[in-house]
């Protein structure tokens, strides 16, 4: 009997020895039943699928006649290999870890930062293995439930995906050790009730460490007995809708549990919810590039789809990921988070959630800390959402017709803002200019936007600003002023730099001359409804884009020393296959050689629409580049791009390291010490002069930069709270009146 006890075992410890990384053929086939109780990370219908499968799995494939390949097997040794050996977990947070640093983080600033707090479930406080779900609540007077309104982040509802906690732990340092020097921090911890919860499956967290402390664990559920739960199903809003979704078998890696909620973990974020108002909510997970959002049971879009697209959008900003709803954007599931924050209504309000699924793989060590910083404007974005929130997006200085802002001139200022709110209306915006420089003189300084509704943009069109530039200002200077925006109760100031001198035309094409030999490009110039007179260009004239496409359109180099105000503008319009087939506007300089995307489009976009782009940024660069570029994959294909009236200009003007630089320099006061000990550079600038001051190492890489008023000390490290090594640095400062330089050594 024993003997035969031990067989059993040992056969099931076989079966489930390792998870593999499958590429599945899909040839023909739209139905995904067959991948019922995979993990399937990204997938298009009728083509191909990617899925986690176990060794057991594997059989249930092949049982059911499907065409796969493994592409990696063994992933757990596969990521153990990769990782950097640098402690448990290398640059990922343990549970431990994660508790430590939101601990330091409420001892250092008590004020802002909770201590950590035990969601209850609706049992205990703990869950199968006795572990606790740890929060953290952000905000000014901390301890007091506020009118404010309140946003979410969580992290590793799946015990394999670890970057939750990095990005959510990270983001409670960011708003602590920013507060009051960095306006958004400010902004967002005085007017927002931000939770935390880093971990929402420790158990299944902690048993990867047990089994694999230096990480790589492939291990996915909760520590329910008999196998775990996949908590991410378990969610009571439409639990068990189908066996596509979720699994009915408790073996699978998507089993959804004996009942709706019946998982401790899940009750206790539901019970967080429950007990206050989020509007909106990130679930971070991981992988592949995905911001995805309700509905997940099944292949459709909720009535708020634009506001949900919008919302994933302005998140994915800096990391460009695809943005779509989970049931038709990548496979159904349901009882996720989700579908419950957004969809259940009756026992709490409706909650704006998403899932961002971050990077290209589960265990991806050396990309932590750059994931953390590509994703911060996921989190920026959903706390933006929260209300109404202006946003500036361009400020444009109408010169008149002679092209050109001149001494003694009147400037009209046309000013557009965004509603980055993602349910209120913004009411009536207050634009308001104000100069603290004698060279210009305020004509008209108070305009109106009238209000604006979720993610809508507008401007003051009706109602211009207007400036006098002093007839002894210099010509190719700029000219510094402060813009003030208020609405919906609060109040954001930007500095704006009023460029004296020619409109530089750098870029102005319409296409009407068909020969374009400025541009390098396999694109083709036709008479296919321009946006302008007759042509525009496009990438198959006479029909779809082919697979593996690759259209270029590729501009000459432009030298950007010594202007200022670089704006792009162009018209589009484009049908893409979604989220495999993509539009792309890159940039290049001599610096940085290889091309950046500025943005990617994917979808439907049927008629033209106006882009635009600051690309002030790249001024003082001395080879600068752009291009369009179209690329497909390997099947299914569409339209594809028209472009017309690409016109890229800018002001003559000087260039400096990084800022503009304010060409009147009237004090320069000496910024810093010039030998630091214990990390604090004290800034000496007259009291209440802010400053933008940046460091530099010794190679001249940037290492940390702040935004702060003076008088000011400033602890010195990484922009991830990290130490710095002792060694010589440059500080560089910025204010009103000037810039400096000064080189520190920093002594231990
Ligand atoms: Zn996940």
């Given at each position: 009997?024993?003997?035969?006890l031990?067989?059993?075992?040992?056969?099931?410890?076989?079966?489930?020895?390792?998870?593999?990384?499958?590429?599945?053929?899909?040839?023909?086939?739209n139905?995904?039943?067959?991948?019922?109780?995979?993990?399937?990370?990204?997938?298009?219908?009728?083509?191909?699928a990617?899925?986690?499968?176990?060794d057991?799995?594997?059989?249930?494939?092949?049982?059911?006649?499907?065409?796969?390949?493994?592409?990696?097997?063994?992933?757990?040794?596969?990521?153990?290999?990769k990782m950097?050996?640098?402690?448990?977990f290398?640059?990922?947070?343990?549970?431990?870890?994660?508790?430590?640093?939101?601990?330091?983080?409420?001892e250092?600033?008590?004020?802002?930062?909770?201590?950590?707090?035990a969601?209850?479930?609706?049992?205990?406080?703990?869950?199968?293995?006795?572990?606790?779900?740890?929060?953290?609540?952000?905000?000014?007077?901390?301890?007091?439930?506020?009118?404010?309104?309140?946003?979410?982040?969580?992290?590793?509802?799946?015990?394999?995906e670890p970057?939750?906690?990095?990005?959510?732990v990270?983001?409670?340092?960011?708003?602590?050790?920013?507060?009051?020097?960095?306006?958004?921090?400010?902004y967002?911890?005085?007017?927002?009730?931000?939770?935390?919860?880093p971990?929402?499956?420790?158990?299944?967290?902690?048993?990867?460490e047990?089994?694999?402390?230096?990480?790589?664990?492939?291990?996915?559920?909760?520590?329910?007995p008999?196998?775990?739960?996949d908590?991410?199903?378990?969610?009571t809003?439409?639990?068990?809708?189908?066996?596509?979704?979720?699994?009915?078998?408790?073996?699978?890696?998507?089993?959804?549990?004996?009942?709706?909620?019946?998982?401790?973990?899940?009750?206790?974020?539901?019970?967080?919810?429950?007990?206050?108002?989020?509007?909106?909510?990130?679930?971070?997970?991981?992988?592949?590039?995905?911001?995805i959002?309700?509905?997940?049971?099944?292949?459709?879009?909720?009535?708020?789809?634009?506001?949900?697209?919008n919302?994933?959008?302005?998140?994915?900003?800096?990391?460009?990921?695809?943005?779509?709803?989970g049931?038709s954007?990548?496979?159904v599931?349901?009882?996720?988070?989700?579908?419950?924050?957004?969809?259940?209504?009756?026992?709490?309000?409706?909650?704006?959630?998403?899932?961002?699924?971050?990077?290209?793989?589960?265990?991806?060590?050396?990309?932590?800390?750059?994931?953390?910083?590509?994703?911060?404007?996921?989190?920026?974005?959903?706390?933006m959402?929260?209300?109404?929130?202006?946003?500036?997006?361009d400020?444009?200085?109408?010169?008149?017709?002679?092209?050109?802002i001149?001494?003694?001139?009147?400037?009209?200022?046309?000013?557009?803002?965004?509603?980055?709110?993602?349910?209120?209306?913004?009411?009536?915006?207050?634009?308001?200019?104000?100069?603290?420089d004698?060279?210009?003189?305020?004509?008209?300084?108070?305009?109106?936007?009238?209000?604006?509704?979720?993610?809508?943009?507008?401007?003051?069109?009706?109602?211009?600003?207007?400036?006098?530039?002093?007839?002894?200002?210099?010509?190719?200077?700029?000219?510094?002023?402060?813009?003030?925006?208020?609405?919906a109760?609060?109040?954001?100031?930007?500095?704006?730099?009023?460029?004296?001198?020619?409109?530089?035309?750098?870029?102005?094409?319409?296409?009407?001359?068909?020969?374009?030999?400025?541009?390098?490009?396999?694109?083709?110039?036709?008479?296919k409804?321009?946006?302008?007179?007759?042509?525009?260009?496009?990438?198959?004239?006479?029909?779809?884009?082919?697979?593996?496409?690759?259209?270029?359109?590729?501009?000459?180099?432009?030298?950007?020393?010594?202007?200022?105000?670089?704006?792009?503008?162009?018209?589009?319009?484009?049908?893409?296959?979604?989220?495999?087939?993509?539009?792309l506007?890159?940039?290049?300089?001599?610096?940085?050689p290889?091309?950046t995307?500025?943005?990617?489009?994917?979808?439907?976009?049927?008629?033209?629409?106006?882009?635009y782009?600051?690309?002030?940024?790249?001024?003082?660069?001395?080879?600068?580049?752009?291009r369009?570029?179209?690329q497909?994959?390997?099947?299914?294909?569409?339209d594809?791009?028209f472009i017309?009236?690409?016109?890229?200009?800018?002001?003559?003007?000087?260039?400096?390291?990084?800022?503009?630089?304010?060409?009147?320099?009237?004090?320069?006061?000496?910024?810093?010490?010039?030998?630091?000990?214990?990390?604090?550079?004290?800034?000496?600038?007259?009291?209440?002069?802010?400053?933008?001051?940046?460091?530099?190492?010794?190679?001249?890489?940037?290492?940390?930069?702040?935004?702060?008023?003076?008088?000011?000390?400033?602890?010195?490290t990484?922009?991830?709270?990290?130490?710095?090594?002792?060694?010589?640095?440059?500080?560089?400062?910025?204010?009103e009146?000037?810039?400096?330089?000064?080189k520190?050594?920093?002594?231990?």
């Amino acid at each position: 009997m024993k003997r035969y006890l031990f067989f059993t075992l040992l056969t099931a410890t076989m079966l489930f020895a390792g998870w593999n990384r499958v590429h599945v053929s899909l040839e023909g086939i739209n139905n995904l039943s067959a991948l019922s109780g995979l993990d399937v990370i990204r997938s298009k219908p009728g083509y191909w699928a990617e899925v986690v499968a176990t060794d057991e799995d594997l059989q249930q494939l092949s049982a059911s006649g499907l065409n796969y390949h493994v592409e990696v097997a063994d992933l757990e040794s596969y990521y153990a290999s990769k990782m950097s050996g640098e402690g448990p977990f290398g640059n990922y947070y343990t549970l431990a870890e994660a508790n430590a640093i939101l601990d330091s983080l409420h001892e250092k600033y008590p004020q802002i930062i909770s201590e950590r707090m035990a969601l209850p479930n609706n049992v205990s406080n703990v869950t199968w293995d006795s572990n606790y779900l740890w929060a953290v609540k952000i905000s000014d007077n901390v301890a007091a439930q506020e009118d404010e309104p309140e946003v979410l982040f969580t992290g590793l509802h799946h015990a394999r995906e670890p970057i939750g906690a990095n990005i959510t732990v990270e983001w409670a340092r960011w708003l602590c050790e920013n507060y009051g020097n960095d306006p958004l921090a400010t902004y967002f911890v005085d007017t927002r009730q931000t939770w935390i919860v880093p971990v929402v499956n420790p158990d299944g967290y902690l048993y990867n460490e047990e089994n694999n402390p230096w990480g790589g664990g492939m291990y996915r559920k909760n520590r329910r007995p008999g196998g775990g739960v996949d908590i991410n199903r378990n969610y009571t809003y439409n639990w068990g809708y189908d066996n596509e979704g979720s699994s009915p078998n408790p073996n699978s890696d998507t089993y959804r549990g004996p009942e709706p909620g019946s998982e401790p973990e899940i009750q206790s974020t539901m019970n967080l919810c429950k007990a206050h108002n989020f509007v909106a909510c990130l679930n971070f997970h991981s992988h592949s590039g995905l911001f995805i959002y309700a509905w997940g049971y099944i292949e459709e879009e909720t009535p708020d789809s634009m506001e949900f697209f919008n919302w994933g959008e302005a998140a994915t900003r800096a990391c460009h990921y695809v943005v779509a709803p989970g049931g038709s954007g990548l496979y159904v599931t349901n009882g996720d988070s989700d579908d419950w924050m957004y969809g259940e209504t009756e026992a709490k309000n409706r909650i704006f959630a998403a899932t961002p699924e971050i990077g290209t793989d589960f265990w991806q060590d050396e990309l932590a800390f750059e994931q953390v910083e590509a994703t911060r404007p996921m989190l920026t974005a959903t706390s933006m959402a929260a209300s109404a929130y202006p946003e500036l997006e361009d400020v444009t200085w109408l010169e008149g017709d002679d092209g050109e802002i001149s001494p003694g001139e009147t400037v009209g200022i046309l000013i557009r803002v965004r509603n980055m709110g993602i349910k209120d209306p913004t009411g009536d915006i207050s634009l308001s200019l104000s100069e603290s420089d004698p060279r210009v003189e305020l004509v008209k300084s108070n305009a109106v936007i009238p209000s604006l509704e979720p993610y809508a943009a507008g401007s003051n069109d009706d109602d211009l600003l207007e400036v006098k530039v002093s007839p002894s200002a210099k010509p190719d200077s700029a000219i510094p002023l402060t813009l003030k925006i208020s609405a919906a109760g609060t109040e954001f100031t930007h500095k704006l730099l009023l460029p004296v001198g020619k409109r530089l035309t750098l870029i102005d094409e319409t296409f009407e001359d068909k020969q374009i030999p400025e541009w390098n490009t396999n694109f083709f110039v036709a008479d296919k409804g321009p946006h302008s007179k007759k042509y525009c260009i496009t990438d198959s004239p006479d029909g779809l884009y082919g697979n593996n496409a690759f259209y270029y359109l590729e501009s000459g180099k432009f030298d950007l020393r010594n202007k200022l105000n670089l704006e792009l503008t162009f018209w589009h319009h484009y049908e893409m296959e979604n989220g495999f087939d993509w539009c792309l506007l890159e940039v290049r300089t001599e610096s940085s050689p290889d091309w950046t995307t500025l943005k990617r489009w994917s979808r439907t976009q049927k008629s033209w629409v106006r882009e635009y782009f600051d690309l002030s940024e790249y001024s003082g660069s001395k080879e600068f580049q752009l291009r369009f570029v179209l690329q497909s994959d390997n099947e299914k294909n569409e339209d594809g791009w028209f472009i017309d009236d690409i016109l890229l200009t800018g002001f003559a003007g000087k260039e400096t390291v990084g800022v503009h630089e304010l060409a009147d320099i009237r004090t320069l006061p000496a910024a810093v010490n010039e030998t630091v000990a214990k990390d604090i550079l004290h800034f000496t600038a007259p009291a209440g002069s802010s400053i933008h001051a940046v460091l530099f190492d010794a190679a001249g890489r940037k290492v940390a930069e702040t935004h702060c008023v003076a008088p000011f000390e400033w602890k010195l490290t990484d922009n991830l709270g990290r130490t710095l090594a002792p060694g010589v640095y440059f500080v560089h400062t910025y204010s009103e009146s000037g810039e400096t330089k000064t080189k520190v050594v920093l002594v231990k």
